[in-house]
T-cell receptor
Framework: AQSVTQLDSQVPVFEEAPVELRCNYS??????LFWYVQYPNQGLQLLLK??????LVKGINGFEAEFNKSQTSFHLRKPSVHISDTAEYFC?????????????FGSGTRLSIRP | GAVVSQHPSRVICKSGTSVKIECRSL??????MFWYRQFPKQSLMLMAT?????????EQGVEKDKFLINHASLTLSTLTVTSAHPEDSSFYIC????????????FGNGTRLTVT
């Protein structure tokens, strides 16, 4: 079984400042990792995913994440945030397997951008 | 890209009635769909895995007789909340996983259910 921990429930950041949202996972098997963003009253949108290969993954909206196997982390970063980045961000993990493998979500981090 | 359509986006119903939520994969076939429930300011809780042509697999603690799932085709799964109660009020989100290993989940825009 897999689990995901997002230590920060809320992260306030000033506009144009860098941000890092932390994510740690645990699993007894190899995993795929994902970051999703949720805007109010909407579903989730995929930001980026790590399947294999390069540990630095670039996604949409200027976000990137780095897979660190030794630290079992997959932190999300953006060098300069905008007001429009205000949203809830979820880290997720899935065991490698069939398409029916469940994806487990972390508790989410609310990113609030201050002007 | 892969699109998942969920309908309705918002529904208000009276206690004791049933509500059906539809989830469609518009441009891909989804043999497996997932139904999540999200409470305010909380994460997504997986309710059940919907498999085309077979019975859904429910997570522990989820009443299968209350949350009926039907996956009649490769592009449609439905969730019916039967005999709804106010505590069933929540945000329900469906998702479908594309073909192939490592395919991410594609989400519908969710259904806000309010039971009065």
């Amino acid at each position: 079984a897999q689990s995901v921990t997002q230590l920060d429930s809320q992260v306030p950041v000033f506009e144009e400042a860098p941000v890092e949202l932390r994510c740690n996972y645990s699993s007894s098997v190899s995993v795929y990792l994902f970051w999703y963003v949720q805007y109010p009253n909407q579903g989730l949108q995929l930001l980026l995913k790590y399947l294999s290969g390069s540990t630095l993954v670039k996604g949409i909206n200027g976000f990137e994440a780095e897979f660190n196997k030794s630290q079992t982390s997959f932190h999300l970063r953006k060098p300069s945030v905008h007001i429009s980045d205000t949203a809830e961000y979820f880290c997720a993990v899935s065991g490698i397997g069939s398409s029916a493998s469940k994806i487990i979500f972390g508790s989410g981090t609310r990113l609030s951008i201050r002007p | 890209g892969a699109v998942v359509s969920q309908h309705p986006s918002r529904v208000i119903c009276k206690s004791g009635t049933s509500v059906k939520i539809e989830c469609r994969s518009l441009d891909f076939q989804a043999t497996t769909m997932f139904w999540y429930r999200q409470f305010p300011k909380q994460s997504l809780m997986l309710m059940a895995t919907s498999n085309e042509g077979s019975k859904a697999t429910y997570e522990q603690g989820v009443e299968k007789d209350k949350f009926l799932i039907n996956h009649a085709s490769l592009t449609l799964s439905t969730l019916t909340v039967t005999s709804a109660h106010p505590e069933d009020s929540s945000f329900y989100i469906c998702s479908a996983r594309g073909q192939g290993r490592g395919s991410p989940l594609h989400f519908g825009n969710g259904t806000r259910l309010t039971v009065t």
